[in-house]
């Protein structure tokens, strides 16, 4: 260790000349005698002189500050002893990963089918790929972009779960667009030749010579990991079905191990066959480490670096600095009276997207996080309809359909309309997610449920407006009845004093006494009409109108089952994580509008 002892920056050795010099004078300083001391009175000379005043309090200031001076120099010099191995050529190496999502993959022939085994060999195998740049590719008629290359491994390892057939635009076994994008890939990202690992269970054989003819003078290692068995199994769907051909017959897709061999060897690769543990994956690698190594021999030349120790001495300073000066513990809490402020910086922004932070808080329920971090629309009403923020939910998805128009789109629009109780928007989101996809089992379903509440709010509107003419129709002839019996008693009463004149004197009092009896009855009659119309406009018996249903009701006019049918089927946001993958791979193969070539779609 001191053999190799060294300072990395020795010009800084210099400075021990100014400390050298200030000792000197400082210790001549102290032996010369002064005038002054023939003047002052002896025991007033240790408080006017300052050398001595110094000397007597602070007998070791000096030392300690020569020894803070000669240790800063010295750290500053650089002090070394230990020589670290420094790479000076680095290899670049650059792997892309090719994940199979057609429907045999859904194949039983592995526990408990090719998909689920697939996803696990594809995290064991980010597990134990420790260098270069990382890629994904899934196909199926059509391959498509999951990651670009990228040294974070754990941005794909997020990606491979959500990925299933169900997303993909189209339906097929494209081998020959998923090496080609896998190509153009690794060209984009710079690397001329790079490491293509393709997870499959087979293609169609009319593809069988285009794939060799691509794989002519490739410039790429290919290594094919198959999954499966060559007699093939039945494929259980995703709703428990078999999947069964044009002609109804059970479709038990074959894995062609001996051409994927020679597909791999042309490419000069290996093919591995998916087993139960990762001896696979471990002989996987070992074999394209050593065919990588042959084709692109690049020795590693390490470069001398000495470690700089001078952090050590650095320590050995502050107990000095410390007891030097009286006010030093301060600098100790300095750095601890500056607070950043609290949004400043976020300690996920170090390790985390804020998509990464929208999903995790999304799945955390804090919706309210969530919607302001999502940047996607659909996400963001997602979350808003979470947090029972329907008028926000409900623009968020207008603008999510007016971008990128999906069933999922439509469907949760029409959901959030419809908790603000807007049936008729709410069934034209509805029915707009059907043009969609007419076979869409949640719009159909809500669609004829609004359909329903519709038609009886309609219906209760008819009623309440027959209800509210017949009043009208009762309280008009309640009023022509009055008039009528007012207009009898006048004329009776006018033919009374007619009658009373006639016969003179002799029959006033008994005229008197009839007229005042038919107003008590007339009287009587009017209370009982008046008392029966106020006990028939009473509110209480009045039927509620359609406004104030709706505010105490939660859904008017119907019944307490279609009120909990109504409940469950909004509760069902479509939140799933590969909606966003999907609607990105729907969108670039509209875009593309390619037909797929011979093979890349199955019979099935």
Request: net charge negative; glycine share 4%.
């Amino acid at each position: 260790m001191f053999a190799d002892f060294h300072f990395l920056r020795p010009y800084w050795l210099l400075a021990l000349l100014p400390l050298a010099l200030l000792c000197w004078l400082l210790q001549k300083r102290r032996q010369d005698t002064s005038p002054w001391q023939q003047l002052i009175a002896p025991h007033l000379q240790h408080v006017m002189l300052l050398g001595q005043h110094i000397q007597q309090r602070q007998p070791w200031a000096l030392p300690l500050l020569a020894s803070c001076w000669l240790l800063t120099v010295l750290a500053l010099s650089g002090p070394s002893w230990q020589k670290l191995p420094q790479p000076a050529l680095t290899v670049k190496k650059a792997t892309v990963l090719v994940m199979d999502m057609s429907l045999s993959m859904r194949a039983t022939d592995l526990t408990p089918d090719r998909l689920t085994q697939q996803r696990f060999k594809a995290l064991d195998f980010i597990d134990l790929l420790q260098e270069g740049d990382l890629g994904l590719i899934s196909y199926a008629a059509d391959a498509f972009v999951i990651s670009p290359l990228t040294p974070d491994h754990n941005n794909i390892r997020l990606q491979i779960p959500t990925l299933r057939p169900e997303l993909m635009p189209a339906q097929g076994s494209n081998v020959l667009r998923a090496l080609e994008q896998a190509a153009e890939l690794l060209e984009q990202a710079g690397y001329p030749s790079g490491e293509i690992v393709l997870f499959t269970d087979g293609f169609d054989a009319d593809s069988y010579q285009s794939i060799q003819q691509l794989l002519n003078n490739w410039p790429h290692q290919l290594a094919i990991m198959a999954f499966g068995q060559a007699e093939g199994a039945v494929v259980r769907l995703e709703n428990g079905e078999l999947l069964k051909n044009a002609q109804g017959g059970v479709v038990m897709p074959r894995v062609p191990l001996e051409q994927l061999r020679v597909l791999a060897r042309q490419a000069g690769g290996s093919l591995v066959q998916a087993g139960a543990d990762n001896a696979d994956l471990q002989q996987l690698l070992k074999q394209n480490q050593q065919q990588y190594d042959d084709r692109q021999p690049q020795p590693l030349m390490t470069g001398d670096q000495w470690q700089d120790n001078a952090v050590y001495l650095v320590w050995l300073l502050l107990p000095l600095a410390l007891w030097l000066a009286r006010k030093a513990p301060i600098l100790v809490i300095l750095p601890l009276l500056y607070l950043p402020p609290a949004d400043a910086v976020s300690w996920r922004d170090l390790w985390q997207t804020k998509q990464q932070q929208a999903v995790e808080d999304y799945q955390q329920q804090d919706y309210q996080q969530a919607q302001q971090k999502f940047r996607d629309p659909l996400w963001q009403g997602n979350a808003a309809y979470r947090a029972e923020d329907y008028a926000a939910a409900a623009e968020a998805y207008q603008r999510a359909s007016n971008d990128a128009p999906s069933v999922d789109s439509w469907h949760n629009l029409g959901n959030a309309l419809a908790m603000q109780q807007q049936y008729e928007a709410a069934l034209a989101a509805y029915e707009q997610a059907l043009a969609l996809d007419g076979e869409a089992p949640s719009p159909a379903a809500n669609a004829e449920l609004m359909r329903k509440l519709l038609q009886q709010e309609q219906e209760q509107q008819q009623q309440d407006q027959q209800q509210q003419d017949k009043q009208q129709g009762q309280q008009d002839g309640d009023a022509a009845d009055d008039a009528s019996s007012e207009k009898q008693d006048a004329e009776e009463s006018a033919e009374s004093e007619q009658n009373s004149a006639e016969d003179g004197s002799a029959g006033d009092s008994s005229a008197q006494a009839e007229q005042n009896a038919e107003q008590q009855e007339d009287a009587a009659q009017r209370e009982q009409q008046a008392a029966q119309q106020a006990t028939e406009q009473q509110p209480g018996d009045e039927p509620p109108s359609n406004k104030q249903q709706v505010v105490t009701e939660n859904w008017p006019n119907a019944t307490p089952e279609q009120q909990q049918e109504l409940e469950n089927l909004l509760r069902k946001v479509q939140d799933d994580p590969g909606i966003l993958l999907r609607n990105r791979m729907l969108l670039e193969h509209q875009k593309r509008r390619t037909q797929p070539p011979p093979g890349a779609r199955q019979e099935w």
